[in-house]
């Protein structure tokens, strides 16, 4: 998982990549309970970490701690992507490209667009991914 900032003449731009298989094997191999997860759900937490760990995450490593604590396997696939979109959203992030273990069909890839109103593109070359560009 990396992320950059890129510098440009008029404004910084946040480029995030984010591992969703990596997501989707941690969360076979380190399952937690049904009723914790159920309860995570119901209360909105807000974990918080200190001004100076923040300061020593790469963007990437930020979000992926964020994603974490919002994704769940107990969802689907296009509800996980489009809770990472939003949170992308929140967090000020240019473009999201998301890693994947399969490409997604048309009408998956619509009711995320429909969702989120970011532009999505797929591409299939060394490894299936999402370039999402947020609006």
């Not at 914790?36 to 974990?47: A, E, G, S």
């Not at 949170?87 to 048309?106: C, K, R, V």
Request: glycine share 2%; aromatic share 10%.
């Amino acid at each position: 998982m990396t992320g950059y900032l890129d510098s440009t003449d008029t404004k910084t731009s946040c480029v995030i990549n984010y591992d969703y298989t990596r997501f989707l094997c941690e969360s076979n191999k380190h399952k937690r309970a049904f009723f914790h997860t159920f309860l995570m759900h119901l209360v909105p937490w807000k974990f918080t970490q200190g001004k100076e760990e923040s300061k020593r995450c790469f963007p990437s490593e930020e979000f992926a701690k964020i994603a974490s604590q919002s994704l769940s396997s107990l969802n689907s696939d296009v509800s996980n992507l489009i809770t990472l979109i939003e949170l992308a959203q929140a967090h000020n992030i240019h473009q999201l490209n998301i890693m994947l273990p399969y490409s997604l069909d048309e009408t998956e890839i619509a009711k995320i667009t429909k969702h989120t109103s970011a532009d999505i593109k797929q591409f299939n070359e060394d490894r299936e991914y999402l370039q999402i560009r947020l609006l």
